[in-house]
């Protein structure tokens, strides 16, 4: 009996597949995916363009649902049909970082780091850190809470990414590319944050082309032609 | 806490164009609606309370028919043989207001619409003098002074006395007038009570002279209208038909007139406005259109420039309830700020044209309240378009998936 049965997993994969489209024009992103990642596990997904790393994502994300095989966050199956419970588990338990940050330039940073919680349902019981302990969390100074994402610079617009993902005290962080339209100053301030993060305890789950980020992480992941080819510490 | 309403003002702000054209057709729709519906309204409860307020027992003739004009004019031979042959009247009134310019040298005004008549048309307008008599007896000479009983307003506004005379000079404007001019001395015989409005006219700003004298100074003999009383009620069934019959008699056969009792009138007034609200459902029909199409396009515009953020909303945990409830916000502001513009603009205008515009305006109602029910089902009905119609662009991006939406370019 595999003992780790008993064990809580922060997202566990079971014979993943994703297959796009019909007929002839089928693809498929994901072929038999297996994948568990554990509490304060810090995980890079590595692999080329068109290796399933997205896909991934978006199914550990609730994002997309895998066309067969299960998907479990933090305990929770991920129903294929319930597209309302897939919204409410990405609320409760994901924190997303992109690429493009995504920040809403029409809100000021403090209300881009509130944002998650306007469409809480509810709380995994956990205090919410306000958005000044959350912009702390970032290394970023308090005064730049009322200005808005284009008065700040790229760097610290995805570290008040970060601090949104943060927002609704996610199981794990989801970051696509995190550095992908930073500087390396930048990249090392941002993974900085991640590292430390981790080191409090967090999940985080990256998913990069840069074998730079991907040395911060705890375990290595590869993917090629939609299947785990190679899983490693680094 | 971010609020969904801060997010819409937010948006609606940074497309202020799309915005303001949303917020102008609601606009326009609500303050076109309010002011033909506040005149509609108003004019069938002020209108037919005046007739009514006259009581049951009048009867109205005037010359022509609703598919011909008149080949006889209507004249006080008309009115006379009416009095003579026809039973049950209790008052004959012959009316004739004719362009007349009364230039007053002592006033330093001119006054227009002097309406020549008898004596009888205090019963039948149920008013009369408060000092002085309205017999207007005349000589038939306009070098004597010509009497006229004066309106309430105007002999209080210009200090006028019963017997006091007045050096005119009156001018017809009319063309059987011939536009000649006239000296003449006006002498106050009667100053009326005051009496307030009947069918758009102000009986208060009405100066009466005899018939007679009206018509040998515009040089005419057509009757603007004859107003009858029958006795009773019970007889204006009868008194109308025997009307028509001496008239018609007197026109030799020809029924080129109308006779018209209390009730006919109202019914006719009722038709009258009834087709001015068709026409005016189509304008409001027109203007709704107009409006659900604004809010729908730019609702679908926003939808679409907004692809990448309703991704990132929906990753970051909003719900599609969530999307669909922002748009549907924004919408409503919308469409709630035109409707409350256009309430408050509907009454401003309003009570411009009735306090500046008179006549006809007179009748407009100036509180939207007035309006009762319907009111309140023109504001529902408009924003339940608007929000219908928004429904859809709305449904469209609560449909977005994130990971679909985010890759938009």
Partial sequence: MDVRMNERHIADLQDVTKVYGSGRNTVTALRGVNLRIDPGEFLAVVGPSGSGKSTLLHILGCMDVPTTGTVEIDGEPVPRENERKRTALRGEKIGFVFQAFHLLNEL????????????????????????????????????????????????????????????????????????????????????????????????IVVVTHNPEVASHASRMVTLKDGQVVEAESP | MTGRSTLAFRYLWRQKMRTGFVVLTFTAAVTVTLLLTSAIVGTEQTFIGEINA??????????GTSNSAAIYPLTVGDAQAIAHNVSHLSAVAPIMIDGLSVNLPSWGKSLSDITGTNASVQTIFKYG???????????GNLSAPLPIVVGYNIWTHNDLSVGQELPATIVSLSASGG????????IVEGLLGPRGSLAGTNLDDAIFT?????????????????????????????????????????????????????????????????????????????????????????????????RRVIGAMRAIGAHRSDIMGQFLLEASLMSV????????????????LKANAGG???????????????????????????????????????????VEALSSL
């Avoid at chain 1, 403090?110 to 919410?128: A, D, V």
């Fill in chain 1, 108 to 203: 000021s940073v403090r209300e881009n780091i509130e944002l998650p919680r306007m469409f809480l349902r509810r709380t995994n019981g956990s205090r919410l850190l306000k958005p000044e302990e959350l912009i702390a969390k970032v290394h970023m100074p308090v005064a730049l809470l009322d200005r808005r994402p284009t008065e700040i610079s790229g760097g610290e617009r995805q570290r008040v990414a970060i601090a949104r993902a943060l927002a609704n005290n996610p199981s794990m962080l989801l970051c696509d590319e995190p550095t992908g339209n930073l500087d390396s100053a930048n990249s090392e301030a941002v993974m900085a944050i991640f590292d430390s993060l981790n080191r409090a305890g967090g999940t």
């Fill in chain 2, 129 to 139: 003098v408060s000092e002085g008599t309205f017999a207007l007896d005349w000589q």
């Fill in chain 2, 337 to 352: 700020t035109g409707i409350g513009v256009g309430v408050i603009l509907g009454t401003v205008v309003a009570g411009y």
């Fill in chain 2, 360 to 402: 006809f305006y007179s009748y407009l109602l100036t509180n939207p309240m007035d309006l009762g029910a319907y009111f309140y089902e023109l504001l529902g009905i408009l924003w339940a378009v608007g929000f219908l119609f928004s429904m859809v662009p709305a449904y469209q991006a609560s449909r977005l998936e994130a």
């Fill in chain 2, 179 to 186: 536009g000649g001019a006239t000296q003449v001395n006006l």
């Fill in chain 2, 54 to 63: 006259l009581g049951v027992t009048w009867i109205y003739v005037e010359p």
């Fill in chain 2, 210 to 306: 005899p018939i007679s004298a009206l018509e040998d100074l515009t040089n005419s003999i057509s009757l603007t209208y004859i107003f009858v009383s029958a006795s009773s009620s019970q007889y204006v069934s009868q008194v109308t038909s025997d009307i028509s019959t001496v008239v018609q008699a007197r026109h030799q056969g020809y029924q080129d007139f109308t006779v018209l009792s209390e009730q006919s009138w109202v019914s006719y007034v009722h038709d009258q406005l009834a087709q001015f609200t068709s026409i005016i459902s189509l304008v409001e029909a027109t203007l709704l259109m107009l409006s659900s199409m604004s809010v729908f396009v730019v609702m679908t515009m926003a939808v679409k420039d907004r």
